[in-house]
């Protein structure tokens, strides 16, 4: 633990942008909390809007954000999707693409035809995924539980955080 905290002070620590409905709190929740070690670590930072205080303007806090981090999380679920706002702040998420955000759809709950959805000139689906095999979190016919889902996602995340790291070095 100590050598990977050593070599991790010498790469830029790494902002990431979770976009979710606040419908799916408990399973955003269950993500940061799969993602903690990398944090813990100083790898990355994590933010979502959960973390906005008490006196700020809470579109100033997201633009903000959504601006400066480099890794751009967006929970795909029916929640997120239904949403008009949340649907805005896909697209300007996805026009982050072009200043070398990394976008990417992690699949929480059954969405139909999320992959077809069309932001600008992109679709949801032009993205790869995590979990890379494009299985949905939630679903019980591929996953044995939702935490081996989860574990799945996060070492595959580390992947990612350690190719940007690489890029930046």
Known sequence: MHQSHQSSSHTKVIE???SYSSKDEKMR????TSLSNLELQGDIIIWHEGKIRAGKNRQIEIDKHLNSSRIILLLISQNLIASE??????KRAIERR???ACIIPVLLSSTA???SIKFGDCKLGD???LPKNRKFITDRRYWKSQNEAFVTLAEEFVEEVERLAAESA
Do not use: A, H
């Open 16 to 18: 990431v942008y979770l």
């Open 29 to 32: 929740k269950e993500l940061e």
């Open 85 to 90: 706002e949340k649907r805005n702040e896909i």
């Open 98 to 100: 072009n200043d070398g």
């Open 113 to 115: 035809n999320w992959q």
């Open 127 to 129: 993205f790869p995924t």
